[in-house]
């Protein structure tokens, strides 16, 4: 296969697209049940599952044939929104392990002087000054 071969048909001549959809793509995909699936939606759907995992605008972008990133971001990018909840789920685990290796190394963290101070504006030149004092 030479660079210029359609990856379609025989190399020389393009596959017809309505050829291959309705005797290839449209049969299999209402076999398999899938309603209002379209041969595009195989882009998309690969487009956005390369991107999320990936998370490289620019190498989805050269993948897809797109002259500039942003096109890529702007379609597919909506992929990413949720990555950030992945990223607070992670930041909470560290929390929680650092809190197990404290309480089990028995070091306290620092907390409030007493609880009528919580959530309080303390003034902390004073306080130091009472306890060096």
């Known amino acids: 296969m030479r660079q210029d071969d359609y990856v379609f048909g025989d190399g020389a001549t393009p596959y017809r697209h309505?050829?291959?959809?309705?005797?290839?793509?449209?049969?299999?995909?209402?076999?398999?049940g899938l309603v209002g699936v379209r041969f595009h939606d195989l882009r998309h759907y690969h487009a956005s599952a390369y991107l999320l995992l990936t998370g490289d605008a620019v190498r989805t972008a050269k993948r897809l044939g797109h002259a500039d990133?942003?096109?890529?971001?702007k379609v597919y990018g909506r992929v990413l929104d949720h990555q950030g909840?992945?990223?607070?789920?992670?930041?909470?685990e560290l929390r929680a392990t650092a809190r197990q290796q404290v309480a089990a190394a028995e070091l306290t963290p620092a907390r409030p002087a007493a609880a009528s101070t919580a959530g309080a504006v303390v003034d902390l030149a004073s306080y130091r000054r009472r306890k060096t004092g």
């Open 69 to 73: 990133p942003s096109v890529t971001l």
């Open 85 to 92: 909840s992945d990223v607070s789920a992670a930041f909470a």
């Open 18 to 32: 309505n050829a291959w959809n309705n005797r290839v793509c449209r049969p299999t995909v209402d076999a398999l």
